[in-house]
């Protein structure tokens, strides 16, 4: 199966570990297919604005949000000043961070490190980009281009999902969100998974497959060893809200 540029659209959030995990899924099939992935943004923080997070969500959620949209805003300085070729290398950058070398909380006194200085300086100097993209954190004017790429994605699935979203043959092929998975399969079994996937979503008539019995993501954030298989949680109340 062969696509033609752009092949695939990748809507994420950079601290939802989901879409980090199908985002290095999407890595794997990428450098199989050679297909071309525009790497987009979709914000937990916007999507959820209306919630009200103190009686809806686990306590931590908000501040992850908000973390999450700041480092949206310095995505988008940066793919404005640099070209959309960066997002790919930068989501990779601060996903690394985020999930593979770090472990324990993220908030301090209330604020989620993510979306700081301190967290954001390295991911820079590793890129070599300038620092001026650090004032991009408290950016709100970049708020409205996050806004409508949120909006495009959503537009595509319907409104009750998270992230990740793929959009395959964009502007007219399927979109679907996930698929959610919790470890990574061998090369072989990622084409597999992604046929599948893809030839499931290009049914007309399909609309969902689902189960909130889910592992924990085979990551060293969540405390999961890459040999071993995260422990499995009704995830219906906890990974998005505590309360419909």
């Known amino acids: 199966m062969g696509f033609m540029p752009e092949d695939l659209h990748f809507y994420f959030d950079p601290v939802c570990p989901f879409a980090w995990m199908t985002g290095q899924w999407v890595r794997q099939v990428q450098d199989q297919r050679d297909y071309s992935v525009d790497w987009r943004f979709i914000s937990l923080r916007q999507l959820n604005a209306h919630i009200d997070y103190a009686t809806h969500f686990p306590p931590e959620y908000e501040a992850g949000h908000t973390a999450g949209l700041r480092l949206l805003r310095v995505c988008a300085s940066v793919r404005r000043d640099h070209g959309r070729e960066l997002m790919n290398p930068l989501y990779q950058a601060v996903g690394r961070r985020i999930f593979d070398e770090h472990t324990g909380t993220y908030l301090v006194e209330g604020h989620d490190v993510r979306g700081t200085e301190e967290f954001l300086r390295p991911v820079l100097t590793e890129l070599g ?3 001026h993209h650090i004032a991009a954190l408290d950016d709100t004017s970049l ?18 999902v998270g992230t990740p979203i793929i959009h395959v043959e964009p502007p007219t092929g399927v979109a679907f969100f996930g698929p959610v998975i919790s470890r990574l399969p061998d090369d072989a079994d990622a084409l597999e998974l992604w046929d599948h996937v893809v030839g499931l979503a290009r049914f007309p008539g399909f609309a969902e497959l689902k189960r909130s019995l889910r592992e924990k993501p085979q990551l060293k954030s969540f405390g999961v060893d890459v040999d071993a298989a995260g422990k499995k949680n009704d995830w219906s109340g906890r990974s998005r809200r505590t309360k419909y």
Do not use: C, F, S, V
């Open 129 to 131: 980009l300038p620092e």
């Open 143 to 160: 708020d409205a281009e996050i806004h409508a790429e949120t909006d495009e994605a959503l537009a595509l699935t319907g409104r009750d």
